[in-house]
């Protein structure tokens, strides 16, 4: 019994990490005394936690999303699906199928105050992706949705359509309407948000220009709700390095506003979608940007250009007006 003590006040001590005395070391081992003593000594030599975030300066350490600190909204973004069964000539990274994504996505979601969640293309767990998601951005990456759900013939020389990731973008897509979170489409995104609506696509046009940089205006639609960000990007000006004054601001929400936008895709809207309305055009007729109608919808907006460039004000304001809408998600 006192040898049995001795032991508990070793482990005690050793816990308490304080100094051992001498005297408390020197007792007869047992076979299962021994095995308590290694296991005191390598708690004793084990890491000490992490420390807390300091009260006085909660930006010491990120915020994690769930752990009662300040909330970071989750986005879920979509990514490609590089098949090298079907695409022999994408074998340059791996024989067997991979995952792509352009590291611009998820740098705006982070840059915007979200934390970027890369999805995998498992139609299966949608629901479950959107019981976790407080928003979904669905990506425009290097490809093209089915040519079935263009209004006219397809022209072959455009990109391959990758029907994996399609698929796993309208499950994704109706999981999130069905739970009313937050949506931005950005290029096929914005085809995606139209097709399920029962809108379709037009011809291909095979406008690849430089996606960093601006290469035609854009006239945003006043009283649209991608008009009322003219007044976001207004004000956070300068705050996103990346981005461009190449916006002209409106006077007031009705009348239309101009701004240089990118330009790298090969398809475009044909019919409209149900409940959906035009934001922004081009001078060329191309729909380039569209938005939900119901007044109940949170947030549901797509745009033709690739708008995580940020090559302008208002290409920031969107993104932080989209973060910042998923992070009121409850």
């Not at 994690?64 to 098949?83: C, R």
């Not at 669905?138 to 263009?150: E, M, N, Q």
């Not at 973008?169 to 290029?187: C, D, R, V, W, Y």
Request: glycine share 6%; proline share 6%.
């Amino acid at each position: 019994m006192q040898q049995g003590q001795k032991l508990i006040d070793l482990r005690n001590l050793l816990n308490r990490r304080v100094p051992l005395p001498q005297k408390e070391l020197v007792f007869p081992f047992t076979r299962n005394a021994k095995s308590l003593y290694h296991a005191a000594v390598f708690s004793f030599f084990s890491p000490r936690p992490l420390p807390t975030i300091p009260a006085d300066n909660p930006s010491a350490f990120p915020t994690i999303h769930g752990s009662g600190q300040t909330k970071k909204p989750l986005i879920g973004l979509t990514i490609d699906v590089v098949n090298t069964q079907e695409n022999p000539d994408n074998t340059w990274y791996s024989e067997y199928t991979w995952y792509a994504l352009g590291k611009r996505y998820s740098d705006s979601i982070s840059r915007a105050g979200g934390v970027p969640i890369l999805l995998c293309s498992d139609v299966q767990n949608t629901k479950t992706y959107a019981n976790i998601l407080d928003g979904l951005l669905i990506t425009g990456v290097g490809s093209r949705i089915d040519p079935a759900f263009c209004a006219e013939p397809v022209d072959r020389r455009s990109k391959a359509a990758n029907h994996e990731k399609t698929q796993f973008e309208f499950a994704i897509t109706h999981s999130m309407i069905q739970q009313n979170k937050p949506i931005l489409g950005i290029n096929v995104g914005m085809h995606i948000i139209n097709i399920i609506r029962d809108g379709t696509l037009a011809p291909c046009l095979h406008q690849y220009l430089p996606m960093h940089a601006a290469s035609h205006a854009v006239r945003v639609l006043g009283s649209s709700m991608l008009h009322s960000l003219s007044t976001i990007a207004q004000g956070i000006r300068g705050a996103c390095p990346e981005s461009a004054e190449n916006m002209v601001a409106p006077s007031n929400l009705a009348d239309d506003f101009l701004v240089e936008t990118n330009s790298y895709h090969n398809q475009a809207i044909g019919k409209l979608g149900k409940n959906l309305r035009v934001n922004a055009i081009a001078a060329d007729g191309v729909v380039e940007g569209i938005e939900a109608v119901e007044p109940d919808v949170n947030f549901c907006i797509g745009v033709q250009w690739n708008a995580e460039f940020l090559i302008n004000d208002l290409d920031y304001a969107l993104f932080c007006a989209f973060v910042q809408k998923a992070g009121q998600t409850k």
